[in-house]
């Protein structure tokens, strides 16, 4: 049972910008920063995005973060073909004192 | 290159037991709290448990906690979860991962190795 939020799905065309919301509470999201991961099918998720807006090594600068309250964003500008994943956000909750997951979104480049 | 590898999934009846290990190479293993993470088919990451750098702490999923044990073996770089009493809801593929501190970000990951319980 994912404790964050995201869209199922979000789409665009090669060049666009997507945006992708992830949705928490005072105990995840409010409290700890956000990680987002970018899974393609049928491989291991990549760490793309930590501490709410950075970015690892070798992570394209179309990639950033963001976080405002118990929400964070993921957007991807200048859409290209490889981009086309599954799309996780991730925090620690205080409360829970777990690690939980968002629901994923899945991008399709069309 | 930083490497982690999964072993001892496979096809294991309800209610029955079965024990995963993590391989590391190439990085400092005991320096690095270390993560289960499994994903069922078809569906999104869910986290399993934690285990810090030196072993003295675990946290878990409510969803194992009883059920489920994380060690880990720092003179041999290796990882392991102890699963008991396994339910049909814990088929998945389980991923071990590196906690690199920033935010607990899971910077490694290995390929996981899938666990089917029917």
């Known amino acids: 049972q994912s404790v964050l939020t995201q869209p199922p799905s979000a789409s665009g065309t090669p060049g666009q910008r997507v945006t992708i919301s992830c949705s928490g509470s005072i105990s995840n999201i409010g409290s700890n920063t956000v990680n987002w991961y970018q899974q393609v099918p049928g491989t291991a998720p990549k760490l793309l995005i930590y501490?709410?807006?950075q970015r690892p090594s070798g992570v394209p600068d179309r990639f950033s973060g963001s976080k405002s309250g118990t929400s964070a964003s993921l957007a991807v500008s200048g859409l290209q073909s490889e981009d086309e994943a599954d799309y996780h956000c991730?925090?620690?909750?205080?409360?829970?004192?777990?690690?939980?997951f968002g629901t994923g979104t899945k991008v399709t480049v069309l | 290159q930083v490497q982690l590898v999964e072993s001892g999934g496979g096809v294991v009846q309800p209610g029955r037991s079965l024990r995963l290990s993590c391989a590391a190479s190439?990085?400092?293993?005991?320096?690095?709290?270390i993560h289960w993470v499994r994903q069922a088919p078809g569906k999104g990451l869910e986290w399993v448990a934690v285990i810090s750098s030196d072993g003295t702490s675990k946290y878990y999923a409510d969803s194992v906690k009883g059920r489920f044990t994380i060690s880990r073996d720092n003179s041999k770089n290796t990882l392991s979860l102890q699963m008991n009493s396994l339910r049909p809801d814990d088929t998945a593929l389980y991923f071990c991962?590196?906690?690199?501190?920033?935010?607990?970000?899971?910077?490694?990951w290995g390929l996981g190795t899938t666990v089917t319980v029917s």
């Open positions: 190439q990085f400092p293993f005991s320096q690095y709290p």
């Open positions: 501490s709410d807006n």
């Open positions: 991962a590196r906690d690199w501190g920033a935010s607990h970000g899971l910077d490694v």
């Open positions: 991730a925090a620690w909750d205080d409360s829970l004192y777990a690690l939980v």
